[in-house]
C-alpha cells in the first residue's frame, strides 16, 4: 500500500446562471465533476469541490424586472432549484458559492481595488458591440466571422458606450503565451490551448472593460458608486472567495490554492484560460494546474440551452430511471472532451444492456450461485485454470491503474469504459467455464469454487471502483456481497492485489440492481417529453388560456393576477408578502376527496396527464400537468384532493373539470399529490 501524502485537490464546476432552472448540460457537467471528486476522495486525497451561483448582471436584472420581483428574490427563488437538484443527483459538493454572499462581494470589491491601486485597472470610456445572455463583447473581427451575431449563441449584439474601468490585459499577454506554451496540461483538451493561442491571444488582446454603468445589479465599485464589476471579473473570483482569499480566515484558500482543475464547458474557456489567468498574475498568484474544457451536449445538432428552449428535463428522467442510471448515462456515454448528441434510444439502450444485463446479471448470477452451490459462503480459491482465469484476474488486478489514469486524464467516461470492460469479461468467463456443468461433477468442486471466488472478487472490485460513479449501486453490491461498511474490504488501496475477499463471507441476494426496461413504451414516454414546435403551441395555448383567464378575474375585481402568481409559484418565498384572504374567500372553494379511476396520455403534450376521478358518484376528467413525475399507472386507486368548482377549461383539446392539489418544492424536484391519511370516502368536503 502506498504511505504517500496525498496532495490537496481543488475541483470547480462553472458556477451556472440562475436565469432559469437548470437542465441536464448543466448536470452533465456537475455529475462528471462529482465522479472526480469522489474518485480523489476514495484514492486518499483531501478534497474541496466547489460549485454555486452566478447571480449578478444584466440578464438575470432584466429577467426580474420581466416576473416583476426584485432581483434578489428572483435569484433566491432559482438557486433553491440549484440545491434540490444537486441533492437529487447526489452531488457530493463541500461548499456552494453564491456571488451574492457578503464575503464574495467583498473579495470582488478588494481584488478591484488592488488591482487599480496597482495601476492594473485604469478608467477609459469604451464603445462596443455587447451581447447581454452572454455578458460579453465582441470585436469587429469576431463578428464578421460570425455574421454579426454573437458567435457563442447566436443571438443579435448591441452597441453600449460607457466609461468604464478597463483591465491591462495587453501587459500580461506575452507572459501567459508563454505559459500556455510551458505547460502543456494548463488547457485540456490539447486542442482548446491551440484555439486560445491562434484565435485570441496571438492576434493580440484588447484591454478589457470590468466594469459597467448601464445597470445596477452588480458588485459596486465601492470608490465610485457610478459603476458595478464586470460579472465575469466578479464570477471568476468565486473560485478565490469561498476558500477565503483576502478574507480572516483564509486556511481554505492557503490548503488548496492553485485549484487542480476548473471543469467548464468549451464555450467559457476563454474566460478560465485567459481572462482569469491574467487576472490572478496581476494579483501576484499561481494560475489554477489545469482547466478542462468539455464538449456540449447536442440536440439536433444545437446545443442544448436554456434560451433556445431545447433542454432536456433531468428531474423527469430522474424520477423515471433513478440516479444511477442517469448518472451512467452522463458519464459514460459522451466523451468528455467533444460534443456529444443526446439520444433517447442509446439512453434506454445504456440502461437495459450495460446495467439491467451486464451489471446486474453479473451480480446476480455471481451471488444465486455462491447461494445454491455453496449454502451462500464465498468458496475457497483452490484450481487455478490460466487459459481461463487469465482472461479476468490480470484486467481486475490492474484495473485501479486504469481508473486512477482515466480520471487523472480527466476522462470519467473511459474509466466507467474499463470498469465495464471488466463486466464483460466476467460474463464471458461464466459462459466459458459453466459453472452448472462444473456442479454437476462431484470430482470439479474446487474448480467450481475458484470459478465463484474469482467473480465474486471480480465483483468486489467492480464495487470499489464504481464508488465515485455509481452512488447508489455500489453500496448494494457490497451488500449482496456481505462486505458492507469493511473499510479493508472497499477502499480503494484493497483493490491493489487480487485476491483479499476472504473465503466464507456470507453473500445476501438483492433486489435486481437494475429492472430491464421496456424499450418501445420508454422511448413514447422520452418522446413526449423532447421539446417540439407543435407542443410548445399546445402549451403556449395552455398558458395564455391561463393567462385569459387571469385576467378575467382581475377585470371581476377579484386577486390580481400577479399577487395569485406570487400565493400560487412562490409560497416558499422567504419573507414573501401573500395575500390575506378572509374565511368567506375560503369557504368559495370546493376541495373534495376523488379516487383516482384511470389516468391516460395526453396526445402532444409533454406535462399533462389525463385523468379520470371519482367524485363520489360523479365521474370527472381532470388534467393536471404532473407526467414529469409520475406514469400512467402511479396513482390509480389513490385517493387525490381536487378543487371541485372550478370553471372547466380546455387544455390540449380536452375539457378539464376541477384541479388536483400537489405540493411541490423550489424548482420543482419532489412533487407530491395530496392524499388522506386514511382511507376515506370519494366525494368527502376537504375543509
Ligand atoms: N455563469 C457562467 C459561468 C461562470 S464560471 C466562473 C455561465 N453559466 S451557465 O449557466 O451558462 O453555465 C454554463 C456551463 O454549463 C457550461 O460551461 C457547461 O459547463 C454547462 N452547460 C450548459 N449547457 C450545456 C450543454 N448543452 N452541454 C454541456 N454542458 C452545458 O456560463
Known amino acids: 500500500m502506498s504511505e504517500k501524502i496525498k496532495a490537496p485537490y481543488y475541483i470547480t464546476t462553472p458556477i451556472y446562471y440562475p436565469s432559469a432552472n437548470l437542465h441536464i448540460g448543466h448536470t452533465y ?9 469522489r474518485y480523489k476522495r476514495l484514492t486518499g486525497h483531501e478534497v474541496y469541490f466547489l460549485t454555486g451561483a452566478d447571480e449578478h448582471g444584466q440578464k438575470i436584472e432584466r429577467k426580474a424586472e420581466e416576473a416583476g420581483v426584485t432581483p434578489q428574490q428572483f435569484v433566491d427563488d432559482i438557486v433553491k432549484g440549484f440545491h434540490a437538484l444537486w441533492e437529487l443527483m447526489d452531488i457530493s459538493h463541500d461548499g456552494f458559492v453564491r456571488t451574492t454572499d457578503d464575503y464574495h462581494i467583498a473579495c470582488v470589491q478588494k481584488v478591484f481595488k488592488k488591482l487599480y491601486d496597482k495601476g492594473d485597472i485604469y478608467k477609459s470610456s469604451y464603445k462596443g458591440m455587447y451581447c447581454t445572455p452572454c455578458e460579453s463583447f465582441w470585436t469587429e473581427t469576431q463578428l464578421k466571422e460570425s455574421g454579426g451575431v454573437c458567435p457563442d449563441c447566436g443571438r443579435p449584439v448591441e452597441e453600449v458606450e460607457e466609461e468604464s474601468y478597463f483591465l491591462n490585459v495587453s501587459k500580461y499577454a506575452p507572459r501567459l503565451i508563454e505559459y500556455i506554451n510551458e505547460n502543456p496540461d494548463f488547457i485540456q483538451p490539447p486542442s482548446r490551448a491551440k484555439e486560445m493561442l491562434n484565435n485570441f491571444l496571438l492576434p493580440g488582446l484588447e484591454d478589457l472593460c470590468v466594469s459597467r454603468s448601464t445597470f445596477k445589479w452588480g458588485v459596486p465599485v465601492d470608490f465610485d458608486d457610478k459603476h458595478v464589476i464586470y460579472v465575469w471579473f466578479d464570477a471568476v473570483l468565486n473560485y478565490l472567495s469561498k476558500l477565503g482569499y483576502l478574507a480572516d480566515n483564509d486556511e481554505l ?7 487542480s482543475v476548473h471543469v467548464v464547458g468549451k464555450e467559457i474557456i476563454r474566460f478560465h484560460t485567459i481572462v482569469w489567468p491574467i487576472m490572478l498574475m496581476a494579483l501576484d498568484l499561481p494560475l489554477p494546474k489545469q482547466v478542462y474544457g468539455h464538449g456540449w451536449l447536442v440536440l439536433d445538432g444545437r ?28 458519464l459514460s456515454e459522451f466523451q468528455f472532451g467533444i460534443d456529444g448528441n443526446f439520444n433517447n434510444e442509446i439512453l434506454i439502450t445504456r440502461i437495459n444492456s450495460d446495467l439491467a444485463n451486464d451489471l446486474g446479471n453479473l451480480l446476480s448470477r455471481t451471488v ?16 487455478y485454470v490460466s487459459e481461463e482465469d487469465d482472461t479476468i484476474i490480470p484486467v481486475a488486478s490492474a484495473l485501479h491503474e486504469r481508473v486512477e489514469a482515466a480520471m487523472n486524464a480527466v476522462h470519467p467516461n473511459e474509466a466507467l469504459a474499463e470498469i465495464f470492460r471488466l463486466i464483460r469479461l466476467c460474463n464471458k468467463y461464466i459462459d466459458v467455464t459453466a ?24 465483483m468486489r472490485i467492480v ?11 455500489a453500496p448494494r453490491i457490497f451488500e449482496q456481497l456481505g462486505i458492507s461498511g469493511n473499510e479493508a474490504l472497499t477502499g480503494f488501496e484493497s483493490i491493489e492485489r487480487f485476491g483479499l475477499l476472504p473465503a466464507g463471507t456470507k453473500v445476501v441476494k438483492g433486489e435486481a440492481l437494475f429492472p430491464r426496461i421496456d424499450i418501445k413504451k420508454e422511448l413514447e414516454y422520452l418522446e413526449s417529453l423532447m421539446p417540439k414546435t407543435e407542443e410548445k403551441q399546445e402549451e403556449k395555448k395552455a398558458e395564455n388560456a391561463e393567462k385569459a383567464e387571469k385576467s378575467e378575474k382581475s377585470e371581476k375585481g377579484e386577486k390580481s393576477g400577479k ?6 409559484e412562490k409560497p416558499e418565498a422567504d419573507g414573501e408578502k401573500l395575500t390575506e384572504i378572509s374565511y368567506d374567500d375560503f369557504a368559495k372553494l370546493d376541495l373534495r376527496l376523488a379516487k383516482v379511476v384511470a389516468c391516460e396520455e395526453v396526445p402532444k403534450s409533454k406535462k399533462l396527464l389525463k385523468f379520470t376521478l371519482d367524485l363520489g358518484g360523479e365521474e370527472r376528467t381532470v388534467l393536471s400537468g404532473i407526467k414529469n413525475w409520475f406514469g400512467t399507472n402511479d396513482l390509480i386507486g389513490k385517493t387525490v384532493v381536487v378543487v371541485a368548482n372550478l370553471a372547466p377549461r380546455t387544455m390540449a383539446g380536452i375539457e378539464s373539470h376541477g384541479m388536483i392539489l400537489c405540493a411541490s418544492d423550489a424548482g420543482d424536484v419532489h412533487l407530491s399529490p395530496l392524499t388522506t391519511m386514511s382511507e376515506m370516502e370519494s366525494g368527502l368536503k376537504v375543509r
Open 303 to 330: 446545443k442544448m440551452g436554456k434560451s433556445v428552449g431545447n433542454v432536456v428535463d433531468p428531474v423527469a428522467l430522474v424520477g423515471r430511471y433513478g440516479v444511477d442510471a442517469i448518472r451512467y448515462f452522463l
Open 253 to 259: 484558500f492557503k490548503k488548496f490554492w492553485p485549484a
Open 563 to 568: 399577487d395569485e402568481k406570487s400565493a400560487r
Open 368 to 383: 444465486a450461485m455462491i447461494e445454491k452451490y455453496f449454502g451462500g459462503e464465498v468458496p475457497e480459491a483452490k484450481v
Open 29 to 37: 457537467c456537475t455529475v462528471n465533476t462529482d465522479a472526480l471528486a
Open 435 to 458: 459453472p452448472w456443468v462444473l456442479a454437476k461433477d462431484e470430482s470439479k468442486r474446487d474448480r467450481l469454487g475458484t470459478v465463484l471466488y474469482n467473480l465474486a472478487e471480480c
Open 463 to 473: 464495487g470499489v471502483c464504481l464508488q465515485p460513479f455509481l452512488t447508489r449501486t
